[in-house]
Every structure is written in structure tokens, then in C-alpha cells.
């Protein structure tokens, strides 16, 4: 049996370093960051219903 650990902080308060270190540990982490940006990548249905939601002005002209 294992743990599992949440691990939450503001902007800057070295999430990314701890993950990192678990990481380097053996420990399996699952960056929420990263899903919520893969949800939302051009062409996808998250995508899709935010636009259709709010409007394409929600979609910065630079964007991929």
C-alpha cells in the first residue's frame, strides 16, 4: 500500500522542484498543469465548448 500526496502552493513556491525531486525519487507524478493544457490544445472538444461558450475572443491571436 502506498501514499499518495497532493502537493498545492501559490505562484512561485517551488512546486515544480518538489515534483521534480519526487520525480528523481522513483515517486509518479501527475501535473495537473499539464492536463489542463492538453485539454484545451487547438482542436479539442474543451476547446471547442469554451470558444462556443464565450466566444472567440477568448482565443489570443498568437495562440497555436
Known sequence: ????????????SGKSTVADAFAQLGVKVID???????VV???????????GHFGPQMIAPTAR
Open 41 to 51: 490544445e487547438p482542436g479539442t472538444p474543451a476547446l471547442q465548448a469554451i470558444v
Open 1 to 12: 500500500m502506498g501514499y499518495t500526496v497532493a502537493l498545492t502552493g501559490g505562484i512561485g
Open 32 to 38: 495537473a498543469d499539464v492536463i489542463a493544457r492538453q
